[in-house]
């Protein structure tokens, strides 16, 4: 068996090499301006936020915790008296600042927020990547709907109204984002097709092929037509050198890989003791669990995204990391 030095060094070589963001200020944090009040233009939108740009002519929302609570884009409770644009209090995913967007307006009138970056650098086509940001539904909004995602293009798109964007978004939420109170993390592990440079989110279907549903916390109020949504954290990483670690034999047998919903652990020596850390492509641990004292288990993930995963085992007798895969 190889030192298990070794396996950590190339682990973590492998894993700085690909969780850098390539989404700049994917968090929304670095701004030109704080701006004190709604999105009037989208030029508005452009000039005061770095990097981003709107992809139509549509008004999407700055929403900040660092400005005077007066203004009606002050998060986490703005002091907006009116129904339309503002429609809910949240606080950022991370940070001080987030993005609000219509996914849906009134039916028939198939009208969209898109934002959109270019990428520090070109995603590398056949190159596999992790794709994800964050999104809360607004409290009083009227509407939730289930077509949330974003497009990766090797060029800038742009409509000139404020319509839907007829393009095919290679990251898809297909159910229903409801939740007001938590952010969802949208995430999805795809092969680049192409040299993408940029991303674009919102709903890329129009209002005939976009299934609503009435938003059981909205308040009713006149005006709170639509779905809106706050959006944060988005970010591309690479994984391009996971390879590595696939050809390193372990003590442990970790299987089904891919799996869909439990994962079982097989060793030679018994499990008591032993911890499990579960990381997603950031780093971030999102499971963590203590084995018993058998040389089995078994850990439900049920609850976690489709996506790359890895398994951090630590044992007496050392610490092992694997790279996992959950399909659904």
């Known amino acids: ?25 994917g968090d929304f944090e670095e701004l030109n ?21 709107v992809a139509n002519t549509a008004t999407p929302d700055v929403f900040l915790t660092t400005i005077d609570q007066e ?8 002091s907006y008296p009116g129904p339309i644009g503002l429609k809910g209090s949240q606080d950022p995913h991370s940070g001080d600042a987030f993005v609000g967007i219509f996914g849906y307006t009134i039916p028939d009138f198939d009208q969209r927020d898109y934002i959109q970056t270019q990428l520090s650098s070109p995603m590398v086509s056949g190159t596999e990547y992790v794709v ?3 999104v809360s539904l607004a409290d009083n909004t009227e509407l939730t709907i289930d077509n949330i995602g974003a497009h990766l293009s090797t060029n800038a798109i742009f409509a000139s109204n404020d319509g839907v964007m007829d393009y095919d978004p290679q990251v898809q939420f297909d159910s229903f984002v409801s939740d007001s109170e938590n952010w969802v993390r ?7 097709g192409a040299n993408y440079e940029y991303i674009t989110i919102g709903n890329f279907y129009n209002d005939a092929n976009t ?4 938003n059981p916390d909205g ?4 005006g709170c037509y639509g779905a809106y949504y706050f959006i944060d954290d988005v970010s591309i ?8 670690n696939d050809q390193i034999q372990i003590d442990f047998s970790v299987y089904p890989n891919p799996f869909t919903s439990s994962l079982n652990i097989r060793s030679e020596y018994t499990l008591i003791d032993t911890k499990f850390n579960i990381l997603d492509a950031s780093g971030k641990i999102v499971h963590f669990q203590n084995a018993g004292d058998g040389e089995n288990f078994q850990m439900d993930l049920s609850s976690l995204a489709r996506g790359i995963y890895f398994i951090e085992i630590n044992h007496s007798k050392g610490s092992q990391t694997q790279r996992i895969v959950k399909m659904n």
């Open 1 to 25: 068996m190889k030192r298990i030095t070794l396996l950590l060094s190339l682990f973590l070589f492998s894993f700085s090499s690909f969780s850098q963001n390539l989404v700049q200020n």
């Open 33 to 53: 301006n704080e701006p004190c009040g709604l999105t009037m233009s989208a030029s508005d939108f452009d000039n005061n936020m770095l990097h981003w740009v």
């Open 71 to 78: 203004c009606w884009n002050f998060q986490p409770n703005s």
């Open 132 to 134: 994800e940001f964050y």
């Open 186 to 192: 949208i995430a999805d592990t795809i092969t680049a």
């Open 211 to 214: 299934t609503t549903e009435d």
């Open 219 to 222: 308040t009713g109020c006149v």
């Open 237 to 244: 990483t690479a994984l391009t050198t996971l390879g590595i």
